[in-house]
């Protein structure tokens, strides 16, 4: 029974075959031929944030090359990026949540190039069951999270951006409600248990009632359908027009060392994503690139879980416009 | 046994000397393994109270449902150790009702050394069980029936006749529940990141700086670990020689 349908299949596949085997002598560059080719697992390290729109992309892209396995792995960016650097982990490709991070410690040993192609902001979020969210809302946030009876946090600002930015939104809120003092009392009522590595794990202490209230990229928000409290564009760092106004917000990470300091300033929520030099399945990894900032593909998926695409993606030279690979170059434009 | 050594002796003879050195210098390292090495001796200390009682009664009785029970005391085993946080979270939040009890006993289980000790205690407790349950199988029922039969109490009959032939097992429990309980990580991370455990401690700084500054922090866990363990067995040994 079994073989005879296998035969039959095979029947049936045969003049499909043929048909390939003469359409790749007639024409032996087309794109049929190299999805033919493209085969083994591909490897993509990626920020928290980019989980479910990621998994979209997973299995569109897989559809369409079934011989292709992609492996996806989420951590910090910081992580992702230390995988590759100091681990020496085998990656194709690394999508930060900070397209600071590619260049701070990829660019040039590990990757050439850096492409933005989309963005995010801080939300405030809360379930049903947080403590006063029948009242919380865009202008009496701050003075609930000074309550002794709140839970909220944040996570960890020296391994993930989504807490340093969470604290620049403070920052600057700080500043907008002319509050000297806002940010010193509210982190007063944060004790440091309430700091997690990754923001995507306080969604687990919101919905199981460990915690009230947590500070998340909208698109987190979104894909988890949790309530969120949206704040004006001047302090939650999703506006690139506001680049000069985030930058008045800073926050100390640990630097290279344990004991040293670095500052990072407020800026946009911009992710990156590059291919890494010594990719073990370099041929899919472009193939999935040039999926994934297609305005019709990966950008799509991403505007429809909360996180605009820049359309078309961006590099800040034309020099790294000529580094990518030529299928990607059509796809992205220069602009700082 | 190169398996299992040449890793390891390869991140021990990683780090340099000064570099060990400057690790044990900061304060924060101290405390996470401190708070490691007590956590865990808690944890086998509640092993000890409350397993001790369930070992006997599972190596002296044979019951309905028995085989059950074992299959119960062996889960946390099996359960990846992410899950065990998910789970212990799950009851320890305000929206179930054990976790509103505790909150309104003033019990904090998220991000508390009381949570670190729960999960420490509940991956654990199966290795000082099976342990100990061995250790009592292999003392004859007999021993116990005849200091029955010549008058002593049940209680009497545990501390005078089977506690001083079992206590070795249930110490060799101690080292094996307190081991496991020293070595957790995934579990541990999800209920509480700060306080931080020597563990978590080393995965943080792994994240936040690289390889270079978490491996001296692992060396000292090791070799602390080491040493206690050491010391340990040592002390049994040196009994067993006496007697």
């Known amino acids: 029974m079994k073989k005879k349908s296998r035969r039959r299949l095979f029947l049936a596949v045969l003049p499909v075959f043929a048909l390939l085997a003469a359409s790749l002598v007639i024409f032996p560059q087309t794109g049929a031929a190299k999805d033919q080719q493209l085969s083994g697992t591909l490897t993509m390290f990626h920020a928290g944030s980019l989980s479910v729109p990621l998994a979209a992309m997973e299995k569109a892209f897989e559809s369409k090359y079934p011989g292709v396995d992609l492996q996806r792995e989420a951590a910090g960016s910081q992580k992702c990026a230390r995988k590759i650097s100091d681990l020496g982990k085998p990656c194709d490709i690394m999508a930060s949540a900070d397209y600071k991070v590619i260049d701070k410690l990829l660019i040039p040993k590990y990757a050439d190039w850096n492409v933005r192609f989309a963005t995010n902001q801080l939300v405030l979020c809360y379930t049903d069951k947080s403590a006063y969210a029948d009242t919380v809302n865009a202008d009496n946030w701050h003075e609930i999270l000074q309550k002794k009876d709140v839970v909220w946090g944040h996570s960890d600002p020296n391994l993930d951006p989504c807490g340093y930015r969470s604290l620049m939104v403070i920052q600057l809120a700080e500043k907008k409600l002319n509050k000297p003092g806002l940010y010193k009392q509210l982190i007063a009522n944060r004790p440091k248990e309430n700091i997690r590595p990754k923001s995507v794990e306080l969604i687990s202490l919101l919905q199981t009632g460990n915690m009230d209230y947590a500070w998340e990229y909208l698109s987190v928000a979104v894909q988890h359908g949790l309530k969120y409290i949206v704040l004006p564009d001047e302090i939650n760092l999703g506006n690139y027009k506001y680049d000069d106004v985030y930058k008045n917000a800073f926050v100390e990470v640990t630097g290279k060392k344990p004991g040293t300091k670095m500052i990072i300033r407020g800026k946009s929520c911009t992710y990156g994503v590059t291919l890494i030099k010594n990719a073990p399945n370099r041929a899919a990894a472009i193939a999935f690139l040039e999926y994934m900032l297609d305005p019709e593909g990966g950008l799509r998926i991403l505007k429809d879980m909360g996180q605009p695409p820049f359309v078309p993606c961006r590099v800040p030279t034309p020099e790294m416009k000529k580094a990518l690979p030529a299928e990607l170059q059509k796809l992205v434009e220069v602009k700082n | ?243």
């Open chain 2, 1 to 243: 046994m190169a398996f299992i050594l040449l890793p390891l002796i390869e991140m021990m003879t990683a780090p340099s000397f000064t570099m060990l050195r400057e690790t044990i210098k900061d304060k924060d390292v101290v405390r996470s393994i401190w708070l490691s090495v007590y956590t865990a001796g808690l944890a086998a200390l509640i092993a000890f109270v409350f397993g001790t009682p369930l070992a006997y009664v599972l190596a002296r009785n044979d019951f309905r449902g028995k085989k059950l029970v074992e299959s119960i005391i062996d889960l946390p085993i099996v359960i990846p150790h992410p899950v065990v946080g998910i789970a212990i979270l799950s009851v320890a939040g305000k929206n179930h009702w054990i976790g509103e009890l505790i909150g309104q006993l003033g019990i904090r289980i998220m991000g508390s050394v009381a949570g670190i000790v729960v999960v420490l205690t509940f991956v654990g407790m199966p290795f000082y069980i099976n342990t100990v349950k061995s250790g009592f199988e292999s003392i004859s029922p007999r021993l116990e029936k005849v200091s029955r039969s010549l008058g002593a109490s049940m209680f009497s009959t545990f501390f005078r006749i089977t506690f001083p032939l079992a206590w070795r097992s249930m110490l060799v429990g101690i080292v094996m529940c307190a081991a496991r309980a020293i070595s957790e990580f995934g579990a541990v991370v999800i209920v509480a990141y700060h306080p931080m455990i020597a563990p978590v401690m080393i995965y943080e700084r792994f994240e936040a700086y690289g390889l270079k500054y978490s491996q001296p922090v692992a060396v000292w866990l090791v070799f602390i670990c080491l040493t206690l363990f050491l010391v340990l067995r040592i002390l049994t040994l040196h009994d067993r020689e006496k007697t």
